[in-house]
């Protein structure tokens, strides 16, 4: 039991899947895990552990930003021993090219500023996906047949944006989506050895303002927990 989590030892599982919205950690695990218990509702972030296809997977919510990511991720790996991390949520598209419906998988994830930023003074850390992960996802979404990307991604630390110079730099960079998670994860990941991976769902887009009606947000959803846990025990 640490601050956040209420779990008890041996209560998570050590592949977690991140979703921002705990009301969709439940979703997942009721619709994906066979036996799903609940193990965590402290402060109302649900966590559930069960099993998909033979394997002990937890779907623990995350909340909104990289400070709220923080604190979770840094609880699951510290003190539940937590091994393999892969956020599962929205983003909104930054090229002509990707759309609505998408999947995104973050290679690289670049940001003006993390919770970490403080250990890294001076120098700019490329925070990145791990690679086994991010290619049995890439495969995984191709063998559904489902529209995907694999590159750049931008993690803001600010939801209603003020800086569309920024926006425009990211784009003319080739950056795919935005969402707010995804960098902070790949830092704390890399510095305790562990696995992440980001697979985003693109919800909305910066260029053409289109936007995904919320009756099919939780279907394109579904499609994220399959290619997410068919990557974390390929």
């Known amino acids: 039991m640490t601050i956040h989590i209420g779990a008890e030892p041996g209560q998570i599982a050590e592949t977690v899947l991140l979703p921002g919205d705990p009301l969709r950690a439940e ?64 983003c909104g598209a930054m090229q002509g090219d990707v759309g609505i419906r998408d999947v995104i998988l973050a290679m690289t994830a670049s940001t003006l500023s993390t919770p970490s930023r403080g250990i890294f003074r001076e120098l700019n850390f490329a925070p990145c996906a791990d690679f086994g992960l991010l290619r049995a996802a890439a495969d995984a979404a191709a063998s559904r047949g489902l529209p995907h990307h694999v590159g750049g991604i931008y993690s803001s630390d600010v939801f209603y944006d003020e800086r569309p110079d920024l926006n425009e730099q990211m784009t003319r960079h080739g950056i795919l989506g935005v969402e707010m998670e995804a960098a902070e994860l790949y830092i704390l990941a890399a510095r305790h050895k562990a696995r992440a991976l980001a697979v985003l769902t693109v919800s909305d887009h910066l260029l053409t303002h289109e936007a995904l009606p919320a009756e099919a947000r939780q279907s394109s959803f579904g499609d994220m927990v399959e290619i997410a846990l068919t990557a974390a025990f390929a």
């Open 27 to 90: 979703w997942a695990a009721k619709t994906f895990l066979d036996g799903a218990e609940c193990v965590n509702r402290v402060r109302g972030m649900l966590g559930f552990t069960g099993l998909w296809n033979g394997h002990r997977v937890t779907i623990h919510g995350s909340g909104m930003g990289m400070p709220s990511l923080s604190i979770y991720a840094n609880e699951l790996i510290r003190d539940y021993g937590a091994r393999t991390l892969i956020r599962i949520g929205s």
